[in-house]
């Protein structure tokens, strides 16, 4: 890989923190990083690795050695598909996938149970991928500026664990009804989509636990959304979200 990355392997090797932004590297460097013959660095040692704005398609089952990993960043590359052996990463909490070619997720990417922070924000993704909900302890989960124009109401959805969704920047015309019970979601960035009125679900008005519903650039104007029963009920908890700010 070049000498270049030799003084980055070497702090990798000593902390367990291997960073290789912006270094063109065109291919996952498995054998530096995976339990292979002479690693520079072992596989279980290395607890976050950033490979992005680099030129990667492709990323190896290998991946899946990295047991310890807590923070991936493959973000600003160009790759296309995940493989299942991420799902292995069992104590990965931030993996930023921003910038990419995706399309959809592993199957069994709700098996990433330690997983806090997903960008998979400026992606190839059509439809809400509901493994997501099955992530237990999510928080943040970045879906803006693709072209998800689907979005299935049904239960699965409801049991989306995160607290903030970010679906700014896509192709809805319908909210689902199930977003309102999501037990904790306080923060829904919706901003240009292709949502009218009619494709606001009451409920996440009325009785969901939202406080902060940014819906510009849609269909309608801001002041509309008046008409929607529950307003009064989301102004009260945004105005009391906004008190205990201060």
């Not at 069992?90 to 921003?98: G, P, Q, T, V, Y």
């Not at 070619?101 to 149970?113: I, M, V």
């Amino acid at each position: 890989m070049g000498n270049t990355l030799k003084p980055r392997l070497e702090h990798a090797e000593k902390t367990g923190v291997c960073s290789l932004s912006k270094c063109q590297i065109k291919e996952f460097p498995a054998a530096e990083l995976q339990m292979q013959r002479l690693p520079l660095i072992p596989a279980a040692k290395l607890r976050s690795l950033d490979l992005s704005y680099n030129k990667l398609k492709l990323i190896p089952d290998a991946i899946g050695q990295l047991c310890n990993l807590k923070v991936l960043n493959l973000s600003h590359n160009k790759i296309i598909k995940l493989p299942d052996a991420i799902c292995q990463l069992a104590k990965l909490e931030i993996l930023n996938m921003a910038a990419n070619h995706l399309g959809n997720l592993p199957p069994d990417f709700g098996k990433l149970s330690a997983l806090k922070a997903l960008n998979l924000s400026e992606n190839k993704l059509k439809k809400f991928p509901l493994q997501v909900a099955k992530l237990p302890i999510l928080d943040v989960l970045d879906l803006s500026t693709n072209a998800i124009s689907e979005m299935a109401d049904c239960e699965q959805l409801g049991s989306l664990n995160c607290s903030e969704l970010l679906l700014n920047s896509n192709q809805l015309a319908v909210l689902p009804t199930n977003l309102a019970k999501c037990p904790r979601l306080k923060i829904l960035r919706v901003q240009e989509n292709c949502l009218t009125l009619d494709g606001i679900p009451s409920e996440l008005l009325s009785s969901s636990g939202i406080n902060a519903l940014s819906l510009e650039g849609n269909l309608f104007e801001e002041r509309e959304l008046h008409q929607i029963q529950g307003w009064d009920a989301y102004q009260e908890r945004y105005t009391a979200s906004k008190k205990k700010m201060y």
